[in-house]
């Protein structure tokens, strides 16, 4: 097993300041990781606070069988099915929910989970290991054209077809199993390569979205996530590329605007349509400080709405 780095939560004090935690509030943490944010977020509620955790990731519901704390309940489900997850747990409505969308430490480092090119190992790429196809099951079966769009849309890579041309061709000489296999035909694909970056880097952050589904369940999670807050309560997202902020920040600018109408409608101003939330603040990035100390919170992106 490949020792992992351990995990070191993203604006973690931005994140839980934007909540405006209340003591005896309830709270929804959407992407429990190794627990960060939860831990933070259960030093501001009192006794009669509450707070509801999940995650798909078998590895951090493991973790989370740590916090033994009568206020917490953690459930293992993807954050697309946090209603279900709330109905469960006997919740109905919550004072705030936070999304941490990036991928952990852990599951990068972890060689065997298959996330990266930097270790040579099975190619799976699930965050969900009990359930699913995995990436090289995925690579096995599909086609030149669907290989293609996944590796153009989801990782905005230029080379895509000649990536895809690649993995069908060489699958018919053996399969493509590992890690390994897929960067080095990834690699070999494409000519060109931007400053610091492997090439490898945008083709597995476009497998790792379309096996786990990510912007799917970010999509259907988000509009859950609002009818759960009650009024006042805060909407706290964090992403990591711009294919995750850009559903962010359409759905919370949709949101926070009513719908039009036609001009002339004999309506009173209580019949109107009213907007689900209002934006909070301007977009937070991690410092310079953070930064330096963990790399992987460059990209980091927090949007932050209010239920109306």
Known sequence: ???????VTVLLEE???ALAVKAEGVYLDATFGRGGHSRRILERLNEKGRLLAVDRDPMAI?????INDPRFHLAHRAFGE??????DAGVANVDGV????GVSSPQIDEGERGFSFRHDAPLDMRMDTTRGETAAEWLARAETREITEVIRNYGEERFAFQIAKKVVAARLEQPIVTTGQF????????????PGQDAATRSFQALRIHINQELGQLEIALPQAVELLRPGGRLVVIAFHSLEDRIVKNFMREQSTADALPKNLPLRAD?????KLRLVGRVVRASAAEVAANPRARSAVMRVAEKL
């Open 183 to 194: 960067a080095a035909l990834v690699r070999e694909a494409v000519r060109t390569r931007e």
């Open 1 to 7: 097993m490949t020792r992992s780095a351990a995990h």
């Open 98 to 101: 936070l999304f941490d969308i």
């Open 82 to 87: 946090i209603a279900e997850a709330a109905h």
């Open 62 to 66: 493991a973790a989370g069988q740590a």
């Open 15 to 17: 994140a839980v300041e």
């Open 271 to 275: 019949q109107l349509p009213k907007p």
